[in-house]
């Protein structure tokens, strides 16, 4: 049994669980549901002790882990399989498996009969067999997968967590795991999992929990719920910021991007869309549905398999470095501000100057006073704080870092403009801020690209939203606020409308 | 992320703490190169004459040029140890070609032969993409494999009296004067240039500098191709000081390089320092040296002393950034 009480965590002023209860009986498979960013990922860490909560309690049978740690959760029988792989990727099967296990303590897992035996016992209890020898980071991702769960199972967990598990296995596996979690459900181990996908979870799960924004919305029985009611639940109504009414394109607007048929990997499978000079489009979808992935193939940060992209009426051509994209005049504020985004240990008025070659004269020489006196203007525009060009970019917050990454590509004086996630982590006062910032660029006829994993964000500023799933566009629908459901029904891909492949 | 949490304050910043450290962390290793200046001074009465103090940054040039060189490419992210072998390379070769070409012919040819070596460098760290310590590390080895091939082994030598220039004394020795020159004009392309900019970019976070249409590869090969040239000029100071070359010369210049831009301040993670800390981390090692050598002190404990320093120094950055987050 499992029971987590009041669970509460922020990071930084983001806050991502509130005091949410949740309680998983022993022979019970129990699945947490929510929109993307609803803290259900945040929610099963803690429970195996990879995350601190801030607040709460977390208890297996009645007793209370001892300290929040993987290795306090794992005593207590508990296990999880995150999102993430954590195989050691050069590694052999059987040596991932006993990873931190006891059963050998000295000498290799590879002879050791006793391990061979325990793992040829699992595979044959579980149903799904790995070679024992292969090395991890020869398996394909579905087994790698595969090997996670047998990970946690070679312990006999007392409870088992999976985050989204069958998100990168075929059909066919996917339905053996379900089988294979039954079958622990009935020999008395409490599962609890993620999923995405809701006929997945009607079928397979006794208890559905739904989050939304951090918050418990309700738990109950698997028989009480349809797929209706579970998307009704996970959307809801949320109370939001203000959203100026839109200024809509003119008609005759012409279109400054167009992408072809762009294909890479199987993350993108074929996505053509155009955006009109002054519109903003939105990208609405599940995390992991290729949104961002799509985007970087616009730029040329990825180089994309196939298709071709037609920048502000210029030639089709295919991607391959965003210098081109950006003398185009197709920019792209990415997703991850600190990773892909901001240069933290410089100052502000560097990070502005960075991808504006034509702030500085002949050699690109300068002295430090003229970038901070190009970057004041764009500081008071953006109202950017502390309003010093010399200030640190890694010391600022993160709305104000926001602004910054925003401000260094609207100062490239873009005809097309991806955001990627552009509020994600930061306050009200910098969200509003980078909306209107938004909104101002669309209506100087700069064409918007808008990618966002929150529904409110995309139906209050976009003109347009299209639908991804699974790499593909599965629905295109105006910007109203009464196409929410529509959207999320597509997103998720529930049985019926939307998924008209 | 959710609306619903709504009546937070935005959050406030409080940029106190940063400029402070920033100050200190500025003026903390002049104030260190001014102490010990003043503790010679008081200590060793022959510290202060004209003739050391010249004698100081005459023997520190070669080591300073390395290490501006060097901060350059610390500033990219990257490392180059293969400075020493460019170094004894270049200098054998200005010996073997004075004969042919002359003095000022042997000098650009060798720092030619010094910028394309690590133009060589920078090809395969930037079109190979093999980590940078591993790459200059193993060309280090190739290069003083050719400087060792073409003495086969000897120390070359010339007689033209005209090689020695670097010795010649116009108020600083030639050697000073060619060291004062680089560190100005490195020192003004990293600081004030597009270029410089761009390696402070590539070394605090090359994903954001790509994406925001950096060439990076082109910085790369550039800024290994700069640090050839520099240990190639440094080279060719110490063949014309002792008017010979041979292939043992460098050992220890790639290190001592790196080590001069930490002592000075220059983060080994990329993305912050200056050449002017190159210089005044040099300058430090070389006021040991010389004050080891004023104050009669026994010299064993030198390396010991300049172990710790450069130990205090990484400390000191690692703190400084932790405390940043």
């Known amino acids: ?501 | 992320m959710s609306d619903v949490t709504a009546p937070e304050q935005p959050q406030e910043v409080t940029p106190t703490r940063g400029p402070r450290i920033r100050a200190t962390r500025d003026l903390g290793i002049v104030v260190f190169l001014v102490g010990i200046f003043a503790a010679l001074a008081i200590a060793a009465p022959s510290f202060r004459t004209s003739g050391n103090l010249s004698n100081i940054v005459n023997q520190m040039s070669m080591q300073g040029i390395a290490a501006c060189g060097a901060t350059l490419t610390i500033v990219s992210g990257g490392f180059d140890l293969s400075q020493g072998s460019v170094y004894a390379f270049c200098a054998i070769l200005s010996v073997m070609l004075v004969h042919t070409f002359g003095v000022l012919g042997a000098f650009v040819i060798a720092v030619l032969a010094g910028l394309g070596l690590g133009a060589i460098n920078g090809a395969i760290i930037a079109l190979g993409r093999v980590n940078s310590f591993i790459a200059t590390l193993a060309t280090s080895y190739v290069f003083l494999g050719f400087a060792t091939v073409i003495t086969q082994g000897n120390v070359a030598t010339t007689s033209n009296q005209n090689f020695m220039v670097m010795n010649n004394t116009y108020g600083l020795t030639v050697a000073s004067w060619v060291f004062i020159a680089i560190a100005v004009l490195l020192g003004i392309l990293l600081a004030y240039t597009r270029f410089g900019r761009g390696l402070y970019a590539i070394g605090g976070n090359p994903e954001a500098a790509r994406l925001s249409g950096i060439n990076i590869s082109f910085y790369r090969i550039a800024v290994f191709s700069i640090s050839g040239a520099c240990a190639g000029a440094a080279g060719i100071i110490a063949a014309s000081q002792a008017g010979s070359a041979d292939s043992s010369i460098g050992s220890t210049l790639a290190l001592l390089a790196i080590a001069s831009s930490v002592v000075g301040g220059v983060s080994i993670l990329g993305g912050q320092g200056a050449v002017w800390r190159a210089v005044v981390g040099a300058l430090i090692l070389e006021l040991i040296n010389n004050g080891f050598v004023l104050l009669n002190l026994n010299p064993v404990y030198e390396d010991v002393v300049f172990g710790l320093l450069v130990l205090l120094a990484v400390g000191m950055d690692q703190l400084l950034r932790r405390r940043r987050t």
């Open chain 1, 1 to 501: 049994m499992l029971e987590l009480q009041n669970i509460e965590k922020a990071y930084g002023p983001a806050r991502v669980l509130d005091g949410v209860t949740l309680l998983a009986r022993p022979g019970q498979i129990h699945a947490v549901l929510g929109e993307n960013g609803a803290g259900k990922s945040t929610l099963v860490k803690i429970a195996a002790g990879l995350v601190r909560p801030d607040a709460g309690l977390v208890a297996v049978n009645g007793d209370p882990l001892k300290a929040f740690t993987p290795r306090a959760a794992r005593e207590a029988g508990v296990e999880i399989v995150t999102q993430e792989l954590t195989s050691v990727p050069a590694r052999t099967v059987l040596e991932n498996v006993f990873l931190g296990h006891r059963v050998v303590a000295v000498g290799s897992v590879q002879r050791s009969k006793h391990a061979r035996q325990r793992f040829a016992e699992v595979c044959e209890e579980c149903g799904f067999s790995l070679p024992g020898d292969a090395i991890a980071a020869d398996l394909s991702i579905a087994d790698r997968q595969i090997l996670e769960v047998l990970r946690c199972l070679i312990r006999r967990p007392k409870v088992l967590i999976l985050d989204e598990p069958t998100s990168s296995l075929d059909e066919e596996r996917a339905h053996r795991l379900r089988v294979l979690l039954r079958r622990l459900s009935d020999a008395g181990t409490t599962v609890l999992f993620i999923s995405h996908f809701l006929n997945e979870v009607l079928e397979t799960a006794d208890w559905v929990t739904v989050l939304r924004d951090g918050r418990l919305i309700s738990s109950g029985p698997t028989e009480e719920e349809t797929e209706a009611s579970l998307i009704n639940k996970m959307v809801g109504r949320t109370l939001s910021v203000l959203y100026a009414p839109k200024t809509l394109p003119p008609a005759e607007a012409e279109t400054v991007l167009e992408a072809n048929d762009i294909w890479w990997g199987s993350a993108v499978r074929g996505v053509s869309l155009h955006v009109r000079r002054g519109e903003i489009v939105g990208l609405a979808g599940l995390i992991g549905a290729g949104r961002s992935e799509f985007a970087r193939c616009l730029v040329g940060a990825a180089k994309p398999d196939r298709g071709t992209v037609r920048i502000a009426g210029g030639p089709p051509i295919r991607p391959r470095n965003p210098r081109r994209a950006i003398s185009a005049g197709l920019v792209m504020v990415p997703e991850d501000r600190k990773q892909q985004g901001l240069v933290l240990g410089r100052s502000v008025a560097e990070n502005l100057a960075l991808s504006k070659p034509q702030t500085s004269g002949h050699l690109g020489f300068a002295l430090p006073r003229r970038l901070e006196d190009a970057a004041r203007d764009w500081i008071r525009r953006a109202d950017i704080r502390p309003a010093s060009p010399a200030a640190v970019v890694g010391e600022l917050s993160g709305g104000n870092q926001q602004k910054v990454l925003l401000s260094k590509w609207l100062a490239c004086g873009p005809k097309i403009l991806i955001v990627d996630e552009p509020t994600r982590g930061v306050d009200v006062g910098a969200k509003a801020a980078i909306h209107e910032m938004l909104a101002q660029a669309a209506a100087s006829g700069v064409g918007v690209l808008l990618i966002s994993s929150e529904l409110e964000e995309l139906l209050g500023l976009a003109h347009r939203i299209v639908v991804f799933r699974k790499g593909e566009v599965v629905d295109e629908v105006e910007g109203e606020a009464s196409e929410r459901e529509r959207i999320m029904t597509a997103a998720f891909g529930a049985a019926g409308m939307g998924a008209d492949e």
